[in-house]
């Protein structure tokens, strides 16, 4: 049973976070209501208070409130803090550090895990300046349930209505225990693609979105791992419930992820590393003065195979790369497996127009030491769930054995 502080804003959706308390109370938790002013002004506290069987947190300065410094005690006692509905308001509050009432000093004090579900007007959901916020909770390690797509209050039809209150509490039980066979472990997945710099405005980069990246990412926290991605530049937003590291260079991706590498049971490489970079990157804007130009490059370090090398012997951690080939796939998956001495290759036909860059579905074949696996083409979520079920069978022979 866990304490569970449940952020409630004023948004229409304020209604079925009533439902949201019920549903975690049913699941064994204690909730203690947090509301704030508006959100008042869509349910009233006895509503809550009659389910939670507490007192309503409504202000910093009721009276009686700060005996103990509420918001202090409560910060440092609740084993998760829940904010549904979470307003653009909030959300920039949270985002920005502003704690002007009792919720987002609540926010500021506490350290256990917050669980995020923003509602709003579509148009809202989409601005500027809430994507950024909601990108900077995420890179904080704030964990979202993604609002739902339909018909919203204000009557528009798009995405931005309160995910159902099912949903809200399955995502508290994930975040709270998750289960699964990666349950204790730590995956480190590299997502998107690297840029290296030429000059202050222009790189080399490559096609990579960083779909398949960041659903192997979700996939292994489902699966009940504690997950680090590590991201290239991409304009993808983070899985809930996963730790995120952004990086840009070759050289920062290994340095994020050679760190990480020693505490980790499974590193997954599914960015698509540059494997040159430019000799020196100019600090001025290079100016079209030449006729021709031309770039020396040079390698960039392979992290996969560096990581191959540094676990020689010990077979810790699971190594598991992808190769994007345009031609006799499999056999250059295999020759890959041997050559950066790693445990699994995924790999896929880039040359296909509805697999791999770019799109949403992706066919891969898997190549171990033990043999290989063709997954038909399907949405590459689904492929991310095959793949994790593999490491983690893989992972499960790893242990058998060497006990
Ligand atoms: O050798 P190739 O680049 O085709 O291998 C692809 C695999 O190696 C991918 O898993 C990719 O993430 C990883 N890689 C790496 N460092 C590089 C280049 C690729 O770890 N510099």
């Not at 910093?60 to 509420?70: C, H, L, T, V």
């Not at 020693?262 to 290079?286: F, H, L």
Request: contains cysteine.
């Amino acid at each position: 049973m866990a304490l569970v502080a449940l952020g409630v804003c004023g948004g229409i959706g304020a209604y079925k976070s009533v439902e949201v308390a019920r549903g975690l109370q049913k699941q064994g938790h204690d909730v203690i209501a947090v509301m704030t002013r508006a959100a008042r002004k869509f349910v009233g506290t006895v509503t809550f208070e009659a389910i939670t069987r507490h007192r309503v947190v409504t202000s910093q300065f009721e009276a009686g409130a700060n005996s103990d410094i509420e918001h202090i005690s409560l910060a440092s006692s609740i084993d998760l803090l829940l904010v549904a509905p979470a307003t653009a308001n909030v959300i920039g509050k949270f985002a920005n550090g502003i704690a002007d009432d009792f919720l987002s000093s609540l926010y500021l004090a506490t350290k256990a895990p917050v669980l995020m579900a923003p509602a709003m007007n579509t148009h809202m959901l989409e601005h500027d300046a809430v994507r950024r916020n909601l990108d900077v909770l995420a890179a904080r390690g704030v964990r979202f349930v993604e609002p739902g797509a339909g018909y919203l209050a204000c009557g528009w039809i798009g995405k931005g209505r309160l995910a159902e209150p099912g949903d809200i509490v399955s995502a508290v039980e994930q975040l709270l225990s998750p289960s699964g066979p990666l349950k204790g472990k730590r995956v480190v997945v590299t997502a998107g693609p690297t840029r290296e710099a030429l000059d202050p405005v222009r790189f080399i980069g490559n096609r990579s979105s960083g779909k398949m990246g960041y659903a192997l990412a979700e996939a292994a926290r489902r699966h009940g791992a504690d997950v680090v991605l590590v991201a290239g530049p991409t304009e993808r937003r983070p899985p809930s419930g996963v730790e995120v590291v952004h990086v840009s260079t070759a050289t920062e991706m290994r340095d994020a992820v050679v760190a990480r590498a020693a505490e980790a049971d499974v590193v997954i490489m599914a960015a698509a590393v540059a494997d040159y970079a430019p000799a020196e990157a100019s600090a001025q804007k290079i100016h079209k003065d030449r006729d021709e130009m031309i770039l020396k490059l040079v390698r960039t370090p392979d992290i996969l195979a560096e990581l191959g090398r540094a676990r020689a012997g010990s077979g810790r951690p699971l190594l598991v790369g992808f190769a994007a080939e345009t031609s006799d796939v499999v056999a250059q998956a295999r020759k890959k497996l041997s050559a950066k001495a790693v445990d699994m290759i995924v790999a896929n036909d880039v040359s296909r127009a509805d697999a791999g860059f770019e799109v949403d579905n992706n066919e891969v074949t898997i190549v171990t030491q033990q043999g290989e696996e063709t997954l038909p083409l399907q949405e590459k979520t689904a492929i991310a769930s095959h793949v994790i079920e593999r490491i983690a069978t893989l992972l499960k022979s790893r242990i058998t054995v060497s006990r």
